[in-house]
């Protein structure tokens, strides 16, 4: 519903926009309810000329509001010397996302974090003598002028004029006192500010409290993480994002000093908490540092979205949902790092921000691209029904990283709202999880599942191990009752319902209290009708892609006829790497990465690139072109990538291959230059199992030219 909703801003000149509300439970558009999926994109960190294919793309994905930061530095580097210009003109980029339907909260600043040089604050500020991030009237001073420039790119496109901006949030991951926030909100509502909704961040507590309404908390939860200050595997408290809780906070980024209660016999407080349960950060990936290089998979951002879902989220917000890389400063590198004057908690890359996220730095879908689609259409479509079911949760908390000992499952229903749990009527969603990141868990055997008074499967069923799943019962359609299904919910719009068999459990139905095994899966032919809705099952493949068959088959259509061909690029070696440098400790007791002059002495390779100019051409994003990704597979500590003398990429080594998009390059570009430092015994850093670290040293294992996915 959301999503048809929102396509009425494609001509929100004409039309009157929807009202927007919120309660305990979510947002309300015209006062109906609604379950967005929230994506993260950062416009200065993507150039201009992709914007409007990245945001395309993430609404194909499910992705139904854009989240952005607007780095302070990124537009005044120098003092009253605004930069609005090409990839940081936040005005175009509103208005694209205007074009595409899609609404927009601004992560306004000033402190954004996100990794950026001083948290996004620029150098001036930091070395003027004001206390950043109070109440300082100097600095105040400040943020206004940065509010009021921001204005100009947002006035006239505010949800009130019918654009796309419908929320900002306030800094980032502040913990003094909420009368900071409130000084900054009151500044953005003097310039014109005037929107629905506002945010923060909820985490870490607030010293003092913002009044009840004025700004929503949203939370975040990450599968690992790049600031932990161990180099091992499986460090810290990640763990506990997979399993259901009531609780919103995360014990990996912080906590809130909202007093939100334990329930009541295993009921989340959802219904009793005055904010709804909202993210804003729910790793979609993770950044690389320095020190710590971690590697992501798939199954940790779904399990993760599913496990927020079941705990009674009704917005997932993700963070990040489109990786980027950073534009290049004036006046020096955009990155965080241990030697930047504030913000200095970790050295990142120079350049890239890639983020491991469903679409990555170069725009390319990653494999949880397709695997989150399926909730995202289910938040979609089913949201109205599921956003005001509270949290049930029948197996007590776990506590233990790694426990095995019991399948975690929670539900929602009407009817834990209502006090009545054993309701036969209430429609309800049983959310399972059997996945947690590095713990191999086994499968479940004997699962069943009893909720508002259905007991099902008729027999017990084994859970696979990794199986991460939803089951829909009491789930009323076209005048009859699918009491209970062991298929997930995907869709359910134009007379159609479809449901994803999940590999290794039967596909069964029971409707009206007939109970029906289905087998095969098929997105042409439905397996049964239910008054005038019509029931398909498809496989997780089909699942993934649903509604987007007609682009993939034309993608690979192209690829079987040579548009779209694979390409070896020539590399010679030119210089072997010299002396190794000695890697030291910052001031946060952590490895610290290279400077440009330590790459005088890194081995050198000249990649010779083919003549081809259809390599180069930007990509086409539904006409059959997704561009080509030039592909280093390599070992090595750190590499960079220039071209004609220019810093254009960089990657710290992680086990995955080091990706550039070609069509990035100018025009007439016939060769690169790749440096890498070698990988040094006994390093201070935290390699994945997927690097191999087995010899220092380094090699190139090849370089090629690959379609973008």
Known sequence: MLGVMLMSLV???????????????????????????????????????????????????????????????????????????????????????????MPVCLRIGPYCHGEARCGGIPDWVVKSGCKLRSEDPQFLAYVEALYRQIFTQVQGLQWKDGGPVLACQFDNEYGGNGSYLMQLKKIANDIGFDLPFYTRTGWPALRTPTPFGEMIPLYGDYADGFWDRKTSEGCGNYWKAFHFTASPTSGAIGSEQLDYSQGVNGVSPNSTSQYPYFTCELGGGMMTSYHRRVYLYPEDAYSMA??????????????????????????????????????NHNDLPVKTYDFQAPLGEFGQRNPHYYSLRPLHLFMRDFGEMLAPMDAVFPVDAVVRKGDDSRLRWSYRSISSYLGDSKSSSSPAFVFINNYERFANLTAKDGAQFEVCGVRFPKRPITIPAGMMTLFPVNLPVGGSVINWATAQPVAWRNGRMWFEKKSGIAADFCVDGKVRSVKKCSAETPFAIIGKTELYLLSTEQAERLFLEEKRDRAEDEKTNGTLSLATCQITKVREAGHQRDITIGVQKVAEEPVDADFDNAAVYRITLPADATLFAPPQVG???????????????????????????????????????????????????????????????????????????????????????
């Open 623 to 709: 006409k059959g072109w997704e561009g080509a990704l030039l592909e280093i597979a390599y070992r090595g500590d750190v590499a960079r990538l220039y071209a004609d003398g220019r810093l254009i990429a960089d990657n710290f080594y992680n086990g995955r291959p080091f990706l550039f998009g070609l069509w990035r390059l100018t025009p007439g570009t016939k060769e690169l230059e790749l440096r890498i430092l070698p990988l040094q015994k006994d390093m201070p850093v935290y390699f994945p199992r997927e690097a191999d670290v087995r010899t220092a040293g380094e090699e190139v294992r090849y370089v090629t030219i690959q379609p973008r996915p």
């Open 11 to 101: 001509a929100a000149a004409q039309t009157t926009p929807p009202v927007v509300t919120w309660d305990c439970h979510s947002l309300m558009f015209d006062g109906r309810r609604v379950m967005p999926v929230m994506g993260e994109i950062h416009y200065s960190r993507l150039p201009e000329n992709e914007w409007a294919d990245e945001v395309r793309k993430m609404k194909e994905g499910g992705v139904t509001i854009i989240a952005n930061y607007v780095f302070w530095n990124h537009v005044e580097e120098q003092q009253g010397i605004f930069d609005w210009s090409g990839q940081r003109n936040l005005r175009h980029f509103i208005e694209i996302c205007k074009a595409e339907g």
């Open 306 to 343: 599913l496990v927020k879902l079941g705990s009674g989220s009704n917005l997932l917000g993700y963070y990040m949902y489109h990786g980027g890389t950073n534009p290049d400063g004036h006046l020096t590198y955009l990155n965080e790092c241990q030697k930047t004057p504030a913000t």
